[in-house]
């Protein structure tokens, strides 16, 4: 197994994840250009595919729903900290 092959399995896994779609080795294997048996008989590729698996965000409505109430969240504590720290610094300035 070569250095290029992880890379191949790897991005694939990552375009696969990105897009929406699942991640199995069937699917890996036609994104990557690698036989299923190449896969399947090398444990580290598969255990890279399994990582992939766990860690591969739910891409459900409620899911999202919730990730998006959470960034809104931070944006909204980042704008209160800018408009703070620009007061600040208009204090500073004026005096």
Sequence with gaps: MTS??????????ADLARNGHAI?????????GISRSTIYRNPTLRAII?????????GSITALTDEL???RQAVQ???DTVRHHDAQLRRLTSG
């Design 4 to 13: 290029t092959t992880l890379h191949q399995i790897e991005r694939a896994c």
């Design 24 to 32: 199995t080795i069937a699917a890996v294997a036609e994104h990557a």
């Design 50 to 58: 399994e990582h992939h698996q766990q860690t591969t965000p739910d």
């Design 69 to 71: 109430a959470t960034l």
């Design 77 to 79: 504590t980042l704008a």
